[in-house]
């Protein structure tokens, strides 16, 4: 038999070497293969023969090893101390692991680490997986005292506590907590976990399980140390033991190893299969549902918690769901059970009842989000993958997901088992997972899961009012012309809502008192021939230095805030930039970071709805708020207060340009032409600026804006972004030169630009700073949206302005050469507004 690590052991000289025993190498080969994936920090995988979720094995298999381990843990703990332990396994690959092992334990509750949030459900902690594709963790149980120890009754309803567990006057507080995973690497994330749980929930005993443990010798000593530290026994049970040796060298090796195949005919950049020929076939044969009859007030899995009482439930049931199964697969001969992601324990008890109901060859399997190389050969771990879109509405945005050694493998029967918040019409598409499994086998089954979702809350939660449930965020191509992984918006739709008002008017109100400017909308600015190609001889002109004022930005926040932020565009001039953060992010270190655009409107305030949908679905921590450019800084100013009733948020804001010195993470502080800000919706995906009336966005509502799908054929949304992602490669030197400038360098806001502002105002009187608009970006806006009294042009600007003097042209604004101002120019909106102020042609009539 050829190792299935002997193809990447061969190439980067990665050795796995056991534990010293007579056989310890043969052993740890058994359980453990070798592939490469896509990662900015660990280019090997260690792909697991038994757990079930890169490489289909015999359910027995899968659930007797976990089983198994769980039995060891409970000889080590004794008796006594198994029926007070409560065990927490690790999404996704480990949800079904440490399950099987709370079962070895017999009375043990389970609760497994999430990604994907669940409205109504408060968090009870969470955790970050440094090695890991997506890290982000969530611990959301059903009931708050679970990870406290305090074993109450739980379940069924009607269903009675189990043996040995208290109830919650008698609470157990110093249950021994057995945390699982499929390995124990660095042991970082494990005993970060512990450590967090430790400071809220103090216990005297952990247990490790792992299926391995490949420690280096340098990290083995750390455990007890950990254990000292912390003034708690932390034991460790793994099925087998080892050591990964890595060379020098092997992480960029091993990157180099992936592009240069992925780049290659094997390749997978589409949907469909990689490493094994065909892809899906257009008109697939319809799958066949499988009623299950899962019993009611049974979980779906661990991720609100399953009890004994659970248990109790559903062991009786899974003979009759394996025989509806069996009935559905008729002459099949080899049958693969294929899971989904994080639900990984409902379908792998189906097919060990699956295996006692039929003749035929089961394996299990599952789905996951981890990007892995496919190569062909017998000495690699991953032969084959299907690529399809996420089809469970992911709280980061559409993506890629994938499944491994499916096609080619010779089933010809895959029941694939969901949870009901994944039978999505993404699921049911031609390129969806559906479609990808019919083009490899005869027979697809579906069986769906309900999806448990706590109903009421737990006798031992704490009181609370429930929010009300959110929308999620909109995307293209429904909602703007962007690709729907490029944004989520957090807006709602009110494109069949009139809310334009000539210019004039809506002026006149504004400064009259009468209305809000967020209160309607401009007419939409339809540029002539010749200021279109003005846009796109400027693009051309700056597009490079776009792209250079992108990296240095993206590269800043990657360096200041994480690996993983979250991009937060304040709409509209701030979502073109974070659109443009993301891809440098995905180009320069393949990371997909989620971004979303929300609403932040002077005088007014956030759009508090989104700051409630984000701390929902991610830490407030990671948001990093996104904007194009700095005029005077008032945005800043009313970020900054806006967010003084939200915890966890950091009111700095990351701009493309910071000309009047507000903000310490820009680009640069160069005050110049942006060419998006050059048009309006029309370079913005065709979203409007955003609308906040009382008659149209209610408490509970996002704020509003208007997709102008009308407009879709002078749009250059796309042609921008192209057109500046173009320039990447060339700007990566100059980009890192000055960012290890910037991070060294006192960044710290000057408010130059609020002086400035100030000075002019009182100088031309006009007494309002709000009606001074200053730089390049915002005199722009005033030509397209406001009444224009004059601009004031920095002498001796070139190129940069030569749309504004256009525009200022068209509109009959004079335009003023001063010397002294920190921006290019300034735009000047006509003070103490009157429709008086302009004459029947719509031209700015001079103030007297």
Known sequence: MVWSGSWVAERLGVELVGDGRSDGDGELKDLLGLALRRNPKRAHLLVSNVLGKHVPQKPSVVYGTGFELGR??????????????????????ATGLGHAVADGLGVAPYLHSTRRPVEGVARAGGFEESH??????????EDPALLAGDRGPAGPEGAEGTEGAEGAEG?????????????FSTGNTVLNTIRALHERYPRSRYVIVALVDMRSPADRGRLAGFAAEIGARVDLVARGSGTVILPEGVLAKGQALVAAHESGPAGATAHGAAGSAGTAAPGFRPCTRVDLRWPAGVPDGGRHGFTPAHRAVLEPALPAMAARIAGALGDARRVLVLGFEELMYAPLRLGTALEDHTDAEVRYSTTTRSPVLAVDDPGYAI???????AHDNPADGPGDRYAYNVAGAGFDAVVLAVDSAADTPELHAPDGLLAQLAAHTDHVLLAVVPSYVPSRPHPHAPERQEPPVLPEPLRGPAFSSYAPDEVGWLLQDLSDTELEAPTEEREEAIQSGGAHYAESLPVEYQPSAEYQELFKAALELSAARVARAVGTVTETVLAERGPRPVLVSLARAGTPVGVLMRRWARHRHGIDLPHYAVSIVRGRGIDAN????????????????VDGWTGKGAITRELSAALDGFDGFDPEIAVLADPGGCVRTYGTREDFLIPSACLNSTVSGLISRTVLRADLVGPEDFHGAKFYRELADTDVSGHFLDTVAAHFDEVVDAVDAEVKELLAADRAPTWEGWAAVERISEEYGIHDVNL????????TRVLLRRVPWKILAGRG????????????????VPVEEVDGLPYSCVGLIHPKYTRGATGADGKAVESK
């Not at 890991?132 to 149980?141: I, V």
């Not at 057995?178 to 390995?183: A, G, I, K, M």
């Not at 989104?610 to 708020?625: I, N, Q, Y």
């Not at 600007?797 to 009959?812: K, N, T, W, Y």
Request: include cysteine; aromatic fraction near 4%.
């Open 132 to 141: 890991s594709h997506a890290t982000s963790h969530l611990l959301l149980p």
């Open 72 to 93: 060891r843990v409970r000889e080590l703990l004794g008796e006594a101390e198994a029926c007070r332990a409560v065990v927490l396994g690790y999404a996704e690959t």
């Open 772 to 779: 001074v608009k200053p730089g390049v970006g915002e005199t």
């Open 383 to 389: 032969r084959t993958r299907l690529v399809f879109p």
């Open 610 to 625: 989104a700051l409630r949908w984000l701390a929902a679905h991610h830490d407030p921590a990671d948001v990093v708020f």
């Open 171 to 183: 609470a157990d507080t110093d249950a021994p907590l057995v945390l699982v995973d499929d390995e």
């Open 797 to 812: 600007a070139g190129a940069d302005l030569d749309h504004i003097r256009l525009l200022a042209e068209q509109r009959g």
